[in-house]
């Protein structure tokens, strides 16, 4: 491993490390509030080493494969594994920025805990570290090595608690990821065994011998049953972690019972990480058969959006119903991903860019608006100790701001202007009508109506139901910091959403292969 | 550069008072009354004062064309911000600009009791500054996302007073249907997704107002981009999101409840504007539907039927604010009617003289609540004599509304008419017949109904206010709790009990709030003959001036189906039919209402009672709440659907799986015993999801 090596994985490292100093800050400081603090000023290490990445790259595409550097044969340990590009880059930075916002959310929360609070906190970055990794996987065993390190930490930190709910999330979450995770190596031992390539750019050169008909004549979806059978069992990981119809069951349970900046770091980051390998392996790997796939995850979109948003409608708890929400949501982003394709005559797929630009430019304005609901969320709960819609009532008399806050997060989830996910749903339903699914488009658009339904029920009780109780609630310093900067971001999303936008277009150039 | 800043002035004006008012006022000087509402009046008269100078800049045909800004480019699709000042955007900022600053003066007074008025003022200028952006827009998306800000400040402002619960439903009843209408609207635009790159073919942007006009436009204007059927659709859904701000059936259910807001809301943005973007919206784009008979038949027909349904149910109101929002809904009927039929000026006209006498008329129900406390009339009677001149105006308004010469509304109401007698080329002949048949109607009705509101609240013996509403209502309660317990929709309904306003003081209310109705009653008096007068030329103002002066828009817009348009002449037939109908439907009134009183009864009994089973139709508003409401959204969708969905989740789905698991698990599972048999079922949920992907992947 050269030194080249090491500056390229060198935001991974700075992570991690600084994951292992904050547990060992933990040890020597009986000062245990510094802690958080201490974590989210580690976090300019992996920040700076990122930027000096992101301006080191202006002429190339990928850090890893630098002409120069090729040629003269010193780097060879990462180039099949790891692509340093603008794509990876984009998720590396929103994985930063949710993880300094959900640390500074947890600041509260943690206080509470009488030990392991060291732990928490280098959880939360060991499960970053892992997610930085997956997105810039382009491997199979690293994207599995990746996926394992982000899903292990989550579940320990669903589990934190030791309440007796707390642990069976956590419990309930590991042992769902471990068949996933089975059920996905097992595919991707397909893969490997009928293209003979654990690379994705391996695989996609299979793509290019003739596939063979079986059955006399035909040409099953994806090439061959093989890889039909590959390509299913790898979506059954990938579905887990993005939270898609079908494997979206897992999803309310865990989201009522593991701690709630738990929650919002999994609903934030780790999907956002999910949805990054999700768009580089089927972009990139699985682009011949993209129309198999493209008609595939249109349906599970259209599922994802209708189940999730439906049932949502019946939750009274507010954790669950944002769990519902966060599926009907990942559906919403799948079009985005199913929109990436169209035929380009006689089953030849064309790469549509605005397809994935939608889906990265949505996850960040999904970002900042589910945070900023999460954090007044956590403060409420901390307060009221329930997590009941019902004891919402009159919250906008016994607190203001938060209810301000909370309706202008669910403003922002049901997609309405001047929010970030509007912009977003307008960028991803173009992007559907571009490729030609219309049909999809307008399913998206009837279920943006149906959700307005449940949030705005929440806004009523929170302004127009009588107190239960007439105690001011007030939430401390950090989580009003954090509530601000996520708000402003939602809106600063919606507004101005040219940064976005560029960014989102200039990282999916990565996909075009 | 100038002219662009000043018109982007008025839009920015009153959103600096929103900043302003929310930012500094309400966190720090809230105790200031009145601070916030001369930070919200100031600037609104500068923006009024703007508002006219880009009037007479359009008049006199100033170059007002701004190169729009780019925002966004989303795919091949580029999104632009920008101003489209036009003939029509011209009148409506008059309108908004100016009615906004009549009701922001009202409120000072009416709210004066109120302690959230900072609130109140941020509210309302942010409605007003979205309002105006929405008139301002030149680019579709830009249109809407101020069409819902327009929708969210009206939510806030329904639900101002929150702790009451009918406030609350009212204002998410409102938000969710007009979103239902929303969704044609989206689609639409959708649709100009799909064909951006036709537009861009032809050198223009998809999204540009004036380019969508461009496209609609028959082959041999170098237009046809949107044509035949899918022309019609795309007009139908704008029509639809139009149909849903505007009230028209049947989507009108909304704003009757909406009323539960303060009252000066209910003036601005549930009479004058708001409900009023709906028609402007229809004709902003009214060259595309010039190009479609079919939508225009539908705008036509739905308008005409509106205009009547919600005139029939205004009949029976005990509500005042209820039957000024019924009589609301139905002149909205009449301007979409007046669009169908081709009366492109009349209905704009209609609009214009309407914002001013419907907004006089429903601050004096705020000024007759101010003195009584009630908004039932029931409870009202004899204030004439209390409060002359509230009683003065609201009669010239109402007369206004019933269409009396020489008032403002007359002169709206017959262009509408006579332009439905003759028709025009754009529609078939019966439609426009119908349309004029249904709207005549509708003249007789809303004689009848605005008799029935200024007689039972100005005429008779005063029958007791809030006061008495409070006594029968307990009443009531103490009758029910004797008979056992009452369905819940049953316990009548406190209309006005704000708590601020809730005690008897007949008074003539304060100069703050009687002032503004003065300046609307002058226009509600002369509004309708200065700007189209129709013979008399002495006050150096052409004949038919607004309708020529919109129609140079449209035409500009679309030179060849404009032509289709043809202004009708003042025809005396027509005057005189409906001047003798509006005065039958006075006369029947009269007839039914004038000295019948049984004594102090109260509440006294209606004789429109007396045609009971269709008495409690109408009062059931034709059960399409019930319909809306029960059957639809908590039995179909709710009950059904969500339940069924939910149902599914937590047995059928749970329950094959936990047979599946309980295969593994009595298979000495590794898993273990958690506390739940969940796990299994998520676990086994993962293979049996997979297993079907594949088998639809193999089967399609």
């Known amino acids: 491993m050269s030194a080249h090596d090491v500056y390229l994985v060198s935001p991974l490292l700075a992570m991690a490390g600084v994951g292992i100093l904050v547990i060992l800050f933990d040890l020597v400081t009986p000062r245990k509030g510094l802690l958080p603090a201490f974590?989210?000023?580690?976090?300019?290490?992996?920040?700076?080493?990122?930027?000096?990445?992101?301006?080191?790259?202006?002429?190339?595409?990928?850090?890893?494969?630098?002409?120069?550097?090729?040629?003269?044969?010193?780097?060879?340990?990462?180039?099949?594994?790891?692509?340093?590009?603008?794509?990876?880059?984009?998720?590396?930075?929103?994985?930063?920025?949710?993880?300094?916002?959900?640390?500074?959310?947890?600041?509260?929360?943690?206080?509470?805990?009488?030990?392991?609070?060291?732990?928490?906190?280098?959880?939360?970055?060991?499960?970053?570290?892992?997610?930085?990794?997956?997105?810039?996987?382009?491997?199979?065993?690293?994207?599995?090595?990746?996926?394992?390190?982000?899903?292990?930490?989550?579940?320990?930190?669903?589990?934190?608690?030791?309440?007796?709910?707390?642990?069976?999330?956590?419990?309930?979450?590991?042992?769902?990821?471990?068949?996933?995770?089975?059920?996905?190596?097992?595919?991707?031992?397909?893969?490997?065994?009928?293209?003979?390539?654990?690379?994705?750019?391996?695989?996609?050169?299979?793509?290019?011998?003739?596939?063979?008909?079986?059955?006399?004549?035909?040409?099953?979806?994806?090439?061959?049953?093989?890889?039909?059978?590959?390509?299913?069992?790898?979506?059954?990981?990938?579905?887990?972690?993005?939270?898609?119809?079908?494997?979206?069951?897992?999803?309310?349970?865990?989201?009522?019972?593991?701690?709630?900046?738990?929650?919002?770091?999994?609903?934030?980051?780790?999907?956002?990480?999910?949805?990054?390998?999700?768009?580089?392996?089927?972009?990139?790997?699985?682009?011949?058969?993209?129309?198999?796939?493209?008609?595939?995850?249109?349906?599970?979109?259209?599922?994802?959006?209708?189940?999730?948003?439906?049932?949502?409608?019946?939750?009274?708890?507010?954790?669950?119903?944002?769990?519902?929400?966060?599926?009907?949501?990942?559906?919403?982003?799948?079009?985005?991903?199913?929109?990436?394709?169209?035929?380009?005559?006689?089953?030849?797929?064309?790469?549509?860019?605005?397809?994935?630009?939608?889906?990265?430019?949505?996850?960040?304005?999904?970002?900042?608006?589910?945070?900023?609901?999460?954090?007044?969320?956590?403060?409420?709960?901390?307060?009221?100790?329930?997590?009941?819609?019902?004891?919402?009532?009159?919250?906008?008399?016994?607190?203001?701001?938060?209810?301000?806050?909370?309706?202008?997060?669910?403003?922002?989830?049901?997609?309405?202007?001047?929010?970030?996910?509007?912009?977003?749903?307008?960028?991803?339903?173009?992007?559907?009508?571009?490729?030609?699914?219309?049909?999809?488009?307008?399913?998206?658009?009837?279920?943006?109506?149906?959700?307005?339904?449940?949030?705005?029920?929440?806004?009523?009780?929170?302004?127009?139901?009588?107190?239960?109780?007439?105690?001011?609630?007030?939430?401390?310093?950090?989580?009003?910091s954090a509530i601000a900067i996520a708000g402003a971001a939602t809106v600063w999303i919606g507004v101005a959403p040219g940064l976005m936008l560029r960014a989102a277009e200039a990282a999916t150039v990565v996909l075009a292969g | 550069m100038g002219a662009e800043a000043a018109i982007w002035a008025i839009f920015f004006l009153p959103l600096a008072s929103f900043g302003v008012i929310a930012l500094i006022i309400r966190p720090f000087l809230n105790r200031h009354y009145a601070l916030s509402g001369f930070v919200l009046i100031v600037p609104l008269a500068a923006a009024l004062g703007l508002s006219i100078w880009a009037l007479r800049a359009v008049i006199v045909g100033q170059d007002l064309d701004f190169d729009p800004h780019l925002w966004l480019?989303?795919?091949?699709?580029?999104?632009?911000?920008?101003?489209?000042?036009?003939?029509?955007?011209?009148?409506?900022?008059?309108?908004?600009?100016?009615?906004?600053?009549?009701?922001?003066?009202?409120?000072?007074?009416?709210?004066?009791?109120?302690?959230?008025?900072?609130?109140?003022?941020?509210?309302?200028?942010?409605?007003?500054s979205a309002m105006l952006g929405l008139v301002l827009s030149i680019n579709v998306i830009q249109l809407y996302v101020f069409w819902e800000l327009v929708g969210v400040s009206s939510y806030l402002l329904i639900g101002f007073w929150h702790e009451r619960p009918a406030a609350a439903a009212a204002a998410k009843k409102a938000f969710i249907i007009t979103r239902i209408g929303d969704v044609g609207f989206l689609i639409a635009i959708l649709y100009l997704f799909l064909q951006a790159d036709q537009f861009a073919a032809e050198n223009l942007n998809a999204f540009h107002i004036p380019d969508i006009w461009q496209a609609a436009q028959p082959v041999a204007m170098g237009g046809a981009i949107l044509g035949g059927t899918a022309l019609t659709w795309f007009a139908l859904g704008i029509f639809s999101g139009a149909a849903g701000k505007s009230g028209q059936f049947p989507l009108h259910s909304w704003l009757p409840d909406a009323m539960e807001g303060p009252t000066p809301v209910s003036a601005l943005i549930h009479a004058a504007t708001m409900v009023a973007a709906g028609v402007f919206l229809v004709a902003r784009f009214y060259p595309v539907f010039q190009a479609s008979e079919d939508a225009l038949t539908v705008v036509a027909l739905i308008g005409a039927f509106t205009a009547l349904m919600a005139a029939t149910m205004a009949l029976v109101m005990n509500d005042i604010k209820r039957v000024m929002a019924y009589s609301t809904i139905s002149q909205l009927g009449y301007m979409m009617a007046a669009l169908g039929v081709g009366a492109y000026g009349a209905a704009v006209f209609h609009l214009?003289?309407?914002?001013?006498?419907?907004?006089?008329?429903?601050?004096?129900?705020?000024?007759?609540?101010?003195?009584?406390?009630?908004?039932?009339?029931?409870?009202?009677?004899?204030?004439?004599?209390?409060?002359?001149?509230?009683?003065?105006?609201?009669?010239?308004?109402?007369?206004?509304?019933?269409?009396?010469?020489?008032?403002?509304?007359?002169?709206?109401?017959?262009?509408?008419?006579?332009?439905?007698?003759?028709?025009?080329?754009?529609?078939?002949?019966?439609?426009?017949?119908?349309?004029?048949?249904?709207?005549?109607?509708?003249?007789?009705?809303?004689?009848?109904?605005?008799?029935?509101?200024?007689?039972?609240?100005?005429?008779?013996?005063?029958?007791?206010?809030?006061?008495?509403?409070?006594?029968?209502?307990?009443?009531?309660?103490?009758?029910?709790?004797?008979?056992?317990?009452?369905?819940?929709?049953?316990?009548?309904?406190?209309?006005?009990?704000?708590?601020?306003?809730?005690?008897?003081?007949?008074?003539?209310?304060?100069?703050?709030?009687?002032?503004?109705?003065?300046?609307?009653?002058?226009?509600?008096?002369?509004?309708?003959?200065?700007?189209?007068?129709?013979?008399?030329?002495?006050?150096?103002?052409?004949?038919?001036?607004?309708?020529?002066?919109?129609l140079t828009g449209v035409e500009h817009a679309a030179p060849v189906l404009a032509d289709r348009i043809e202004l009708h002449d003042f025809s005396r037939w027509i005057a005189t039919i409906s001047t003798v109908v509006a005065v039958a439907g006075l006369g029947l009134g009269a007839l039914l209402y004038w000295r019948r009183q049984d004594g102090r009864q109260v509440p006294r009994r209606d004789p429109l009672e007396a045609a009971g089973p269709v008495h409690t139709l109408l009062s059931q508003k034709y059960y399409i709440d019930a319909l809306y409401e029960g059957a639809l959204v908590r039995r179909a969708f709710y009950r059904i659907i969500a339940g069924t969905l939910d149902w599914i989740d937590r047995n059928l789905v749970d329950g094959t799986v936990d047979a599946v698991g309980w295969i593994f698990r009595n298979i000495g599972s590794v898993i273990g015993r958690l506390q739940t048999g969940q796990v299994q079922a998520y676990g086994t949920a993962i293979a049996l999801g997979s297993l079907l992907i594949l088998l639809g992947l193999l089967l399609f």
Request: glycine share 10%.
């Open chain 1, 39 to 480: 974590a989210i000023l580690g976090l300019v290490a992996p920040l700076v080493l990122l930027l000096i990445q992101f301006y080191d790259l202006k002429d190339s595409v990928n850090l890893v494969r630098e002409a120069g550097l090729l040629a003269s044969g010193e780097s060879g340990v990462l180039v099949d594994s790891l692509s340093v590009d603008r794509f990876s880059l984009f998720f590396s930075f929103l994985v930063l920025a949710a993880t300094g916002l959900v640390i500074l959310g947890s600041v509260d929360y943690v206080r509470q805990m009488e030990r392991n609070q060291g732990e928490y906190f280098g959880l939360i970055l060991f499960s970053a570290t892992g997610m930085m990794l997956l997105v810039s996987a382009t491997e199979l065993i690293t994207i599995y090595i990746a996926l394992e390190l982000t899903t292990l930490p989550l579940a320990a930190l669903a589990a934190f608690l030791m309440t007796p709910r707390s642990s069976e999330a956590g419990m309930k979450f590991f042992i769902i990821s471990a068949i996933s995770s089975a059920i996905m190596l097992y595919g991707m031992a397909l893969i490997f065994g009928f293209t003979g390539s654990t690379t994705l750019e391996g695989i996609a050169a299979s793509f290019q011998e003739p596939a063979q008909a079986v059955f006399g004549g035909g040409v099953p979806a994806f090439g061959s049953f093989a890889m039909l059978v590959g390509v299913v069992l790898l979506l059954v990981g990938f579905g887990f972690k993005i939270s898609m119809v079908p494997f979206q069951m897992w999803v309310p349970d865990i989201y009522e019972g593991a701690p709630a900046p738990v929650v919002a770091f999994l609903s934030v980051a780790s999907k956002a990480a999910a949805f990054a390998v999700l768009l580089r392996v089927f972009f990139l790997g699985f682009f011949d058969v993209a129309l198999d796939w493209g008609i595939l995850l249109a349906v599970l979109a259209a599922a994802s959006m209708t189940i999730g948003n439906l049932v949502a409608i019946s939750q009274s708890n507010i954790r669950r119903l944002l769990g519902y929400s966060t599926i009907a949501h990942a559906g919403y982003i799948l079009v985005g991903v199913a929109a990436g394709v169209r035929e380009l005559g006689a089953g030849v797929p064309e790469f549509v860019a605005i397809g994935p630009n939608s889906v990265l430019f949505y996850l960040g304005a999904y970002a900042a608006a589910n945070l900023t609901a999460f954090f007044v969320i956590i403060a409420i709960s901390m307060r009221i100790g329930s997590d009941r819609i019902d004891d919402y009532a009159g919250l906008a008399r016994r607190s203001p701001l938060l209810a301000v806050a909370l309706t202008l997060a669910f403003i922002a989830l049901i997609g309405v202007p001047p929010t970030g996910i509007f912009i977003a749903k307008l960028y991803i339903f173009t992007a559907a009508v571009e490729a030609g699914l219309v049909w999809l488009a307008i399913v998206g658009v009837i279920n943006s109506v149906v959700s307005a339904y449940y949030y705005v029920r929440i806004i009523r009780v929170m302004f127009l139901q009588p107190a239960t109780s007439e105690e001011k609630i007030t939430a401390s310093f950090s989580s009003w």
């Open chain 2, 73 to 128: 480019e989303v795919g091949s699709a580029t999104i632009e911000m920008g101003l489209l000042v036009d003939q029509l955007t011209a009148i409506m900022l008059i309108v908004v600009t100016g009615v906004s600053l009549m009701v922001q003066v009202y409120s000072l007074g009416y709210m004066r009791e109120d302690t959230g008025h900072a609130r109140y003022f941020a509210y309302m200028a942010l409605f007003t």
């Open chain 2, 352 to 550: 214009l003289t309407h914002a001013s006498f419907k907004a006089l008329l429903f601050m004096g129900a705020g000024s007759v609540n101010h003195a009584t406390g009630t908004f039932d009339m029931r409870y009202m009677g004899g204030l004439w004599r209390r409060m002359p001149l509230t009683y003065v105006l609201m009669v010239v308004a109402g007369l206004s509304l019933v269409g009396i010469i020489p008032l403002a509304g007359f002169w709206s109401k017959d262009e509408i008419l006579t332009g439905a007698w003759n028709g025009s080329g754009l529609v078939d002949g019966w439609v426009s017949r119908v349309t004029f048949v249904m709207l005549l109607g509708g003249v007789l009705l809303t004689a009848f109904y605005t008799f029935r509101m200024l007689y039972m609240t100005f005429h008779g013996e005063f029958r007791g206010g809030v006061d008495r509403e409070l006594e029968v209502q307990e009443q009531a309660t103490r009758d029910e709790a004797t008979r056992g317990p009452a369905a819940p929709d049953q316990v009548p309904a406190t209309s006005g009990l704000s708590g601020q306003h809730a005690l008897v003081h007949l008074a003539e209310s304060p100069v703050a709030m009687v002032a503004p109705m003065l300046v609307l009653g002058v226009a509600a008096v002369f509004s309708g003959y200065l700007v189209n007068p129709q013979w008399v030329k002495e006050f150096g103002i052409p004949g038919h001036w607004i309708s020529e002066f919109l």
